[in-house]
């Protein structure tokens, strides 16, 4: 399978209500952007789902832009996005394809919602706690909402992500 990387920029106020037909009828394993070591952690159990299947992986980003702000100029770069979610890709994604969807949105949850098909196969990476971490309440939050999810845990003895601490 060859492996490569597609990125996409969504406008929230420009998503329909409806889902998007995918382009192919490729299999996806949606990941969600937690946080990098945990979305590494979410990357890396995709990888290994996929890693027999005709199948790809969509990084779904929802980049929060204040409410002051045209959803258009967004405070942060999207050359940074990009670069750095391309990286992740590259370390954890071997053999695989990876699509990265950024979605610039006011509001989170209302354009994840929008952005996932119904019943999606979703990855999501953190830490498991006795008290319920943000990531383990998005979980249950999806899954109440009809989708498949799988909690990828993240473990202290990851390595630092090498793109973590180079200048920007």
Known sequence: MRRSTEFRVVQ????????????????EVDVIFTGFRSTLAAMQTASELTRNL?????????QNVPLSWSVDCPPVSLNFIEERCRRMALQ???????????????DKWQALRQALSPR???????KRRLWSSQEQKLARRLESEGHRVVFAEMRCAHPPLAIEHEPV
């Open 120 to 126: 999606s196969l979703i990855v999501i990476g953190g």
């Open 12 to 27: 929230s106020g420009y998503i329909d209500s409806k889902p998007h037909p995918k382009e192919d009828a490729k299999f």
């Open 54 to 62: 005709d199948a790809r992986i969509r990084l779904l980003v929802m």
């Open 92 to 106: 954890c994604a071997e053999a695989c394809e990876v699509k990265i969807d950024v979605y610039l949105c006011w």
